[in-house]
């Protein structure tokens, strides 16, 4: 579990962005997404989304398909407007609900990469934490710390760890970059998760 990722980057197709829809943002979060979309496609990697056309959404959506990026995005018919669903995209799916935004997102991802964001984007992370947490889905789970957006909640997570509320080994569940550019090599790093999490999933005195 906690062996070195014996693939690179390039087996990496598909991958999961959560990002905020907020327009009211600095404009250094911004620009950070275009370049996290404009470098995944540049790397030959089809990107899966909230199908956003503001915020940073928006911004990496628009940075991967200005260097011919594959982009899919999967939206609830209900968030449509809300969220100005991008009109220019691969790819559009519209669904019923939540929950099936973010199982049609994940079910076919080789990996996730977070980009600041709000309660939803949180959700998002920790359903994909949960998951990888019990051996559900396994690919490389990539936070990008703009700014120090997520300084905090990089400090809880290393509480619940502290206090026994999550193992040593979960820490592994995730790798932290500050910049886009940092992306591949981060997956390049990761660790390989195996189905078998499942058999340490709990916290006992040997695992804690």
């Known amino acids: 579990m906690t062996t070195k990722n014996l693939l690179d980057s390039h087996h990496v197709k598909m991958v999961t962005v959560y990002a905020s829809s907020s327009a009211a943002l600095k404009p250094v979060y911004y620009d950070a997404a275009r370049r996290l979309g404009e470098i995944l ?24 398909l200005s260097k011919n990026g594959e ?16 009109r ?18 994940l079910q076919d991802s080789h990996a996730v990469v977070t980009l600041p964001g709000g309660s939803g984007t949180y959700e998002e992370l920790f359903e994909a934490l949960t998951m990888k947490r019990l051996g559900q889905w396994v690919g490389p789970i990539i936070i990008i710390n703009t700014n120090g957006f997520y300084d905090g909640l990089l400090e ?11 193992g040593r080994s979960h820490l592994n569940m995730w ?18 998760w195996e189905s078998d999490a499942l058999e340490f999933a709990n916290v006992t005195t040997a695992n804690a």
Do not use: W
């Not at 790798?175 to 390989?192: G, H, K, R, T």
């Open 41 to 64: 496609a540049l790397a030959g990697k089809s990107i899966i989304y909230g199908a956003g056309g503001g915020g940073l959404m928006g911004a990496m959506a628009d940075g991967a």
């Open 71 to 86: 982009v899919f995005g999967v939206v609830p018919g209900f968030l449509q407007d809300l969220e100005l669903t991008h």
């Open 88 to 105: 220019g995209l691969t790819g559009l799916k519209v669904v019923g609900d939540m929950r099936m935004r973010k199982h049609l997102m």
């Open 156 to 166: 809880f997570l290393g509480h619940s760890v502290a206090e026994r509320f999550m």
């Open 175 to 192: 790798s932290v970059v500050d910049e886009p550019e940092q992306v591949l090599a981060a997956i390049d790093n990761a660790y390989v």
